[in-house]
């Protein structure tokens, strides 16, 4: 087990990202999202992103897990993991803004912290393993 604590940090905001991902999930499928705001489309586009997500949030615990047990596999799926967050991070950039969602009265304070949030580990775990 790993006593390098940059790896432990990375290794838990790995788990609070898949965390947060899970409970994204778990509330978003138990609202009506009627919205007036919400683009036409919205949850038929929304609702596909489950799937890529859940994907990730299993990459991410596999992947903090075995930094933390130092398994060589662990720098290896954090990479396809930052991947994944830069893409799925780059599309909701671009998804708020073309539909106005950063502003404020359309939660563009939490799609804001989103973006950066998902992006900025991205960029921490390709800089970190690559």
């Known amino acids: 087990m790993t006593g390098n604590p940059v790896t432990w940090l990375v ?9 947060g991902i899970a409970v994204f999930w778990t509330t978003w499928f138990r609202q009506p999202h009627v919205e007036p705001w919400h683009p036409p489309g919205y949850v038929e586009h929304e609702r596909v992103f489950f799937f890529p997500d859940g994907a990730l949030a299993s990459l991410l615990v596999a992947s903090a897990v075995l930094l933390v047990l130092e398994q060589s596999p662990g720098a290896s799926l954090a990479l396809i993991c930052a991947g994944m967050l830069a893409f799925l991070g780059i599309i909701d950039a671009a998804y708020f803004a073309q539909h106005g969602m950063y502003a404020r009265d359309r939660g563009g ?22």
Do not use: E
Request: proline share 3%; charged share 5%.
């Open 11 to 19: 290794a838990v905001w790995q788990v609070l990202t898949a965390a």
């Open 109 to 130: 304070p939490v799609n804001a912290f989103l973006v950066i949030a998902v992006l900025a580990l991205a960029l921490v775990l390709a800089i970190r393993y690559a």
